[in-house]
């Protein structure tokens, strides 16, 4: 499968964003999905991932309450609502597909996951 993230962008702070993560070349109903993002020099943060069946999700607490992955299996595509961004948000936000799970389960490890998009920045500015 082939991913790739699109939506980011620079915005102020308390504003919104949302994140696309299109597949291609297998269905993502394959796949538990995640999000990950990396500030340059640093190590990259699990923040999301959402089952196979979409009923269970998990959030790092940095970003529980302000952000909300959903998938629409219909159009191959996960999606990351972000609201209430802060400075701190910014990074690269990966997305990224794990087949090694089904039904509701998931994995917060991001080397779990097998398939990754290229990135996509969000910057946040004060």
């Known amino acids: 499968v082939q991913l790739q993230a699109s939506g980011g962008g620079l915005v102020q702070a308390g504003g919104s964003l949302r994140l696309s993560c299109a597949a291609s070349g297998r269905a993502i109903s394959s796949y538990v999905m995640g999000w990950i993002r990396q500030v340059p020099g640093k190590e990259r943060e699990f923040l999301t991932a959402?089952?196979?069946?979409?009923?269970?999700?998990y959030y790092a607490d940095s970003v529980k309450g302000r952000f909300t992955i959903s998938r629409d299996n219909a159009k191959n595509t996960v999606y990351l609502q972000m609201n209430s961004l802060k400075p701190e948000d910014t990074a690269v936000y990966y997305c990224?597909?794990?087949?090694?799970?089904?039904?509701?389960?998931?994995?917060?490890?991001?080397?779990?996951?097998?398939?990754w998009g290229q990135g996509t920045l969000v910057t946040v500015s004060s």
């Open positions: 990224a597909a794990d087949v090694g799970y089904d039904g509701t389960n998931y994995s917060t490890f991001d080397r779990s996951y097998d398939y």
């Open positions: 959402i089952s196979r069946s979409g009923d269970g999700t």
